[in-house]
C-alpha cells in the first residue's frame, strides 16, 4: 500500500514552522536548518538520537561481508561501513496504523473527501 505520493522537504518544514511557530521565513528556515545540523553531528559522531513520540536514530557498524553480483554471480568482497538506522516508536507506529485502521473502515467516497 503506497501514501499519498508527497514528499516533505526542507522547504516543506520551514513552511510548517513559519505557519505554526510564527517565525519569520529566514529566521524558520534557519531554525530546521540547525535542528538537522545537531541530529547530524550526532550520528557522526555515533551518538543516538532519540525524539520522544518519534522514534530512534541510531549508527550501527556493519564487518567486512561477501556479496555477490547478482547480474554476472561473481563474488565481491562489502567493506565494513556504518549505516543509519530509524526505529519509531511505539506511539508513531500506533498513529500510522490507526490512520490505516480508520481508511480500512471508510468508505471510497470518505476517502476521497480527504
Known sequence: MTGTGKTVTRVDLCEAVYQKVGLSRTESSAFV????KEITDCLEK???VKLSSFG???V???G????R????????PISPRRVMVFKPSAILKQRIN????????ATPDEI???
Do not use: C, D, Y
Open 98 to 105: 490507526s490512520q490505516l485502521n480508520s481508511h480500512a473502515k
Open 46 to 48: 555515533g551518538e543516538t
Open 60 to 62: 550501527r557498524q556493519k
Open 56 to 58: 530512534s536514530f541510531m
Open 64 to 67: 567486512q561481508r561477501i556479496g
Open 112 to 114: 476521497k473527501a480527504e
Open 69 to 76: 553480483n547478482p547480474k554476472t554471480g561473481t563474488e565481491v
Open 33 to 36: 536548518e540547525l535542528v538537522l
